[in-house]
């Protein structure tokens, strides 16, 4: 059993690594937009590095290359009077991982759909809901929003096998975001935390384990930050940060603590308007402290056309 707990916390990380989107570092979330704004992005990301994993897994210079490209629409509406966006999110993650394990060079790949994410979002201060000649009048000063994202079991999952690209569970994470301007600069602070349901079939149905096994996995507080400036509209840069704690896993109910993540990344975000309904988005970030996990530098590009009411 404590080979197999190893087994589940090895499963997990290499999961994770490969669904490194719930760990993106992302300016300016609690920004608005005129009611009917509308936008559709199209990104990727490429992680390289490597993976620390708990002392006891006899896994030794382990590498992962992995690539997630995801399409995300948002849209923003009237909420009783206060802008609110509604995001949804569809990735579709590659990996390559490699490593030692006993001595002998292993290779992993995987490739598939991973679990859908759905966020909505909704200004508390500083952001009635406006029409489009409102907002043009409108000028930030303090902003404090909150959202509610959901990650579904939507990903591609067997639970005959140790890795998969789906979790088979739920992931809940409530936000709490404050934006502040002054002229052309802007400050970004967000805290939040993951909570997970179990995954009831880990790993299970299979020669190795013909019966099921339970995983779960412990709530991981978030904490990020964001410094940008606006050298024209809609053209920025910015300076980000994030830090996690927390979700150690468990098999059956026995945790191992080894699993504990202390983690936390550092980067920088562009945004270049190419025309008047679109955008280019740059970034790259480092691992700052990863004491478990994928400690990954990370390269991504998004292209984003928007629109208010209908396309035109």
Known sequence: MHIFSKLGSL???LLCSIRVYAQDLAPRAYIITPVHSNALTLGSSLNKGNLIFDS??????ATANVNVSTLNYSHSLNFFGRTAIFLAAVPYGLGHFQGTVMATQTNVYRSG??????????????????????FSKWQQKTLVGVSFKVVPPTGQYDPTKLINVGTNR????P????????????????????SFTTNHEFFSHNQFNPG?????QAPVGAFEGHLSYDLKPRFWASLDGNFWFGGRTSLNGRENIGTLQRNSRVGATMSVPVSKHQSVKFSYSNGAYIRYGGNYQTV???WQYSWIGKPN
């Open 175 to 194: 936000e709490i975001g404050v934006s502040q301007r002054w002229h052309h600069w802007l400050v970004d602070t967000y805290g939040a935390a993951w």
């Open 56 to 61: 006891d897994i006899p896994i030794n210079n």
């Open 170 to 173: 739920w992931a809940f994470k």
């Open 300 to 302: 991504s590009l998004a």
């Open 212 to 216: 099921v096994t339970a995983q779960s």
């Open 11 to 13: 499963a997990l990380l």
């Open 113 to 134: 759909l991973l679990a859908s994410a759905f966020r909505f979002s909704v200004n508390l201060k500083g952001g009635p809901a406006m029409d489009l000649e409102e």
